[in-house]
């Protein structure tokens, strides 16, 4: 490890001297109880060694750890707890877009609610994009009346939903993508994801997406969805910065062409969540 004064780390950075899962021999820091150290390593993140006037430590340089804490955050918590507690906080926020096609029926749309209610992590803020708000208004028998839907969005106890009547039927998906992350600007999730209502979400979606982002590092400003729609993610940063799909054109393409190294920050499903595999 180096001398401190002959180290330049990044504004953003994680010291690891007082962490409660730091691994020790003697004063010297060894490893992480977490195996954060291992992981950002793999990562490509910079690990800078320290030493000072009492001890030799990590710092992770570039990054802010979210599994960091000290022995005043963990006080409260019985020691033995402290891995189980800190892996039960930390997970991926995202939002779930879900949109209801003019064919789908009642059931349909409670079975993805429930779909998404059952993940490990479930979404922090679901909406429902009802498309099929003109044929209620034409008072089509099949139209499933919004007051229902709004209802099973009450009765399946997400952290937060919203719901979203469509009049206008020249929208494409992607216009609707922008419309529902423009009314929900107040929510700063990182992340959001799309799926038709239709589609049949696997079980393991959420914990290999929170698993990608916190574990492998993946620095995702896009996931292309499955097909047309079906699992799309967009990072909320990205989407702000180039205005989502505005302008006719898809928001991995700007990403593409606009970021330096943009292709970097576009994956396929599959890579980000191997269940979604094509």
Not at 63 to 90: A, F, G, S
Not at 137 to 150: F, T, Y
């Amino acid at each position: 490890m180096s001398e401190k004064e002959e180290v330049s780390v990044n504004h953003v950075h994680t010291i690891c001297k007082e962490c409660v899962f730091a691994k020790w021999e003697n004063n010297t820091q060894t490893g992480c109880k977490l195996d954060r150290i291992n992981d950002y390593e793999k990562a490509g993140v910079n690990i800078v060694g320290i030493k000072d006037e009492d001890k030799e430590y990590f710092v992770i340089d570039g990054r802010y750890c979210v599994y960091y804490r000290n022995t005043e955050i963990m006080k409260d918590y019985p020691r033995d707890t402290w891995e189980e507690i800190v892996n039960l906080q930390v997970k991926v926020p995202y939002h779930a877009m879900v949109i209801v096609n003019e064919e789908d029926d009642f059931k349909t749309v409670k079975k993805c609610c429930k779909a998404l209610k059952n993940q490990k992590y479930s979404p922090n803020l679901v909406t429902l994009i009802n498309k099929q708000y003109p044929k209620y208004v034409k008072e089509q028998d099949n139209a499933i009346p919004p007051s229902k839907l709004l209802q099973l969005l009450k009765d399946s106890e997400f952290h937060q939903f919203s719901f979203k009547n469509i009049y206008d039927q020249s929208l494409d998906d992607r216009a609707l993508v922008d419309l529902v992350f423009d009314s929900a600007k107040e929510n700063r999730y990182p992340f959001y994801v799309v799926f038709n209502a239709n589609f049949d979400i696997p079980q393991e979606f959420s914990e290999e997406f929170n698993n990608s982002i916190l574990v492998k590092m993946m620095q995702v400003g896009f996931a292309k969805p499955v097909d047309d729609i079906n699992g799309m993610i967009g990072n909320r940063v990205a989407h702000k910065k180039h205005s989502g799909n505005s302008f006719g054109r898809n928001l991995e393409d700007k990403i593409i062409n606009l970021e330096d190294d943009g292709e970097k920050f576009v994956f396929e499903i599959g890579d980000v969540c191997p269940c979604l595999k094509k």
